[in-house]
């Protein structure tokens, strides 16, 4: 609680001076400070609460997340072109935010629950599908960053619970394939303005807008497994048919899923989340936040430039400055020496999240613990690395310290389940 508080302390002296010369500052403070009351508020009541009961109560809360992700569609509103949002009138709520603690929550319970089928080919296929209709269900919104944090949760948990390095494997060529197939057209075009001559690069553009369907692509690539597998067998090398099947499906499938991918992803988006590779290509389009972001950082130095005194933040250089880009606030404004005291208390956050999964008194425990901390992770190192130049733009906050009552809500819940989980450490 020491690091939430100090986290907080720093997220409100930099959301105050992002929007101090824009007459928000009051707006964005009062807003993120009564989320942040409500968000407490539940902390405490989730503490209290017995984590164990979740386990029970899964199938409900896996539908109950689902009716949330489904209403927001039918009734939602739309804010920056995704219909993510419940609008009351003086606040807004985006229940993506919820729906993935309790999508940790539910996965946690199946992987507890089927630990002893880890090597079964139904195992993968359900906790597929447990994913799936989630994700389907924020991509119809749509909302791709939101998407990215379910990934990482994934593959941490069944790595925790011992499932085949294989299949992992074959988790991240799915991943690839789905969002690399609809990024690798528009990283390619994007290189040739700067090396229009290059033969290869022209080559493979004209390649990837031939006409030519993906699906014999895809076929040749399978046939090209079967036959290497086949190839094995023949030199006594004894690999089952399971093996090469399952590859085949989840190449077969990743490529499908590409598909709709790159349709609800618009040229801007794309655009941006290849970029950061050479933010000069595109200085005044999708590269700009990276540079104006690099510089801010940069030119805060050791001690910073002072409280409500960075030239990037106040005359409005610095794009999303509350939201996505506060830590490069606060780079800029706090230097090297508050930076550093942000990052070291994210770590103590961080670390005292694996001490709760450790001495957690069951799985259950250990693995929601792991789960929640799989997040806070991702987001942390996705969000500062693109502030830096170092990940893609994705629009992913920095928890507990961006703006936003939805994203500081849910996190304060998911630290509640948290203590609620070592509070209980000790009681058997």
Same mark, same amino acid.
């Given at each position: 609680?020491?690091?939430?508080?100090?986290?907080?302390?720093?997220?409100?002296?930099?959301?105050?001076?992002?929007?101090?010369?824009?007459?928000?500052? @009051?707006?964005? $403070?009062?807003?993120? =400070? !009564? &989320?942040? /009351? *409500?968000?407490?508020?539940?902390?405490?009541?989730?503490?209290?609460?017995?984590?164990?009961?979740?386990?029970?109560?899964?199938?409900?809360?896996?539908?109950?997340?689902?009716?949330?992700?489904?209403?927001?569609?039918?009734?939602?509103?739309?804010?920056?072109?995704?219909?993510?949002?419940?609008?009351?009138?003086?606040?807004?709520?985006?229940?993506?935010?919820?729906?993935?603690?309790?999508?940790?929550?539910?996965?946690?319970?199946?992987?507890?629950?089927?630990?002893?089928?880890?090597?079964?080919?139904?195992?993968?296929?359900?906790?597929?599908?447990?994913?799936?209709?989630?994700?389907?269900?924020?991509?119809?919104?749509?909302?791709?960053?939101?998407?990215?944090?379910?990934?990482?949760?994934?593959?941490?948990?069944?790595?925790?619970?011992?499932?085949?390095?294989?299949?992992? @494997?074959?988790? $991240?060529?799915?991943? =690839? !394939? &789905?969002? /690399? *197939?609809?990024?690798?057209?528009?990283?390619?075009?994007?290189?040739?303005?700067?090396?229009?001559?290059?033969?290869?690069?022209?080559?493979?553009?004209?390649?990837?807008?031939?006409?030519?369907?993906?699906?014999?692509?895809?076929?040749?690539?399978?046939?090209?497994?079967?036959?290497?597998?086949?190839?094995?067998?023949?030199?006594?090398?004894?690999?089952?048919?399971?093996?090469?099947?399952?590859?085949?499906?989840?190449?077969?499938?990743?490529?499908?899923?590409?598909?709709?991918?790159?349709?609800?992803?618009?040229?801007?988006?794309?655009?941006?989340?290849?970029?950061?590779?050479?933010?000069?290509?595109?200085?005044?389009?999708?590269?700009y936040n990276i540079i104006q972001s690099k510089i801010a950082i940069g030119s805060g130095k050791f001690m910073g430039k002072g409280f409500k005194k960075g030239t990037q933040t106040q005359l409005g250089f610095l794009p999303e400055r509350h939201t996505d880009f506060i830590f490069s606030v606060i780079g800029e404004e706090g230097g090297w020496v508050i930076a550093q005291l942000t990052l070291f208390l994210y770590?103590?956050?961080?670390?005292?999240?694996?001490?709760?999964?450790?001495?957690?008194?069951?799985?259950?425990?250990?693995?929601?613990?792991?789960?929640?901390?799989?997040?806070?992770?991702?987001?942390?190192?996705?969000?500062?690395?693109?502030?830096?130049?170092?990940?893609?733009?994705?629009?992913?906050?920095?928890?507990?310290?961006?703006?936003?009552?939805?994203?500081?809500?849910?996190?304060?819940?998911?630290?509640?389940?948290?203590?609620?989980?070592?509070?209980?450490?000790?009681?058997?």
């Amino acid at each position: 609680m020491f690091a939430v508080i100090g986290l907080v302390a720093i997220s409100f002296s930099a959301i105050y001076s992002a929007g101090i010369n824009y007459e928000n500052s @009051f707006k964005y $403070v009062s807003m993120q =400070a !009564l &989320a942040l /009351g *409500i968000g407490f508020v539940g902390l405490l009541l989730l503490a209290r609460f017995n984590y164990q009961y979740y386990k029970y109560l899964d199938k409900f809360i896996y539908i109950l997340s689902l009716l949330l992700l489904i209403s927001v569609l039918i009734f939602g509103t739309v804010k920056r072109g995704t219909k993510g949002w419940f609008d009351f009138g003086f606040i807004s709520f985006q229940p993506v935010e919820i729906a993935k603690i309790m999508f940790i929550l539910v996965f946690a319970s199946f992987l507890d629950t089927k630990s002893k089928e880890v090597e079964k080919v139904s195992f993968l296929f359900f906790s597929f599908v447990i994913l799936a209709i989630h994700l389907i269900l924020i991509m119809m919104q749509p909302d791709f960053s939101s998407t990215l944090s379910y990934f990482p949760v994934t593959l941490i948990l069944l790595f925790m619970i011992c499932v085949s390095p294989f299949y992992l @494997f074959c988790i $991240v060529i799915f991943g =690839a !394939l &789905a969002i /690399g *197939i609809p990024l690798l057209s528009t990283f390619i075009n994007m290189h040739l303005k700067i090396s229009p001559s290059g033969a290869f690069l022209t080559s493979l553009v004209f390649f990837l807008k031939m006409n030519l369907n993906w699906l014999y692509i895809i076929i040749a690539i399978i046939f090209l497994i079967m036959c290497f597998w086949w190839f094995l067998w023949k030199l006594k090398i004894r690999i089952s048919i399971i093996y090469p099947l399952v590859l085949c499906n989840v190449i077969f499938w990743g490529c499908i899923t590409s598909i709709p991918l790159e349709k609800s992803l618009k040229d801007y988006q794309k655009k941006r989340l290849v970029v950061f590779v050479n933010p000069k290509i595109d200085p005044k389009g999708s590269g700009y936040n990276i540079i104006q972001s690099k510089i801010a950082i940069g030119s805060g130095k050791f001690m910073g430039k002072g409280f409500k005194k960075g030239t990037q933040t106040q005359l409005g250089f610095l794009p999303e400055r509350h939201t996505d880009f506060i830590f490069s606030v606060i780079g800029e404004e706090g230097g090297w020496v508050i930076a550093q005291l942000t990052l070291f208390l994210y770590f103590l956050f961080i670390w005292r999240c694996l001490i709760i999964a450790k001495a957690a008194r069951d799985r259950y425990g250990s693995l929601v613990a792991i789960g929640i901390t799989t997040m806070f992770v991702f987001y942390a190192v996705i969000n500062i690395g693109m502030v830096m130049g170092m990940m893609p733009v994705t629009g992913m906050p920095l928890l507990l310290l961006s703006y936003g009552g939805s994203s500081i809500f849910s996190s304060l819940c998911a630290i509640g389940i948290l203590l609620s989980i070592h509070i209980r450490r000790h009681i058997y």
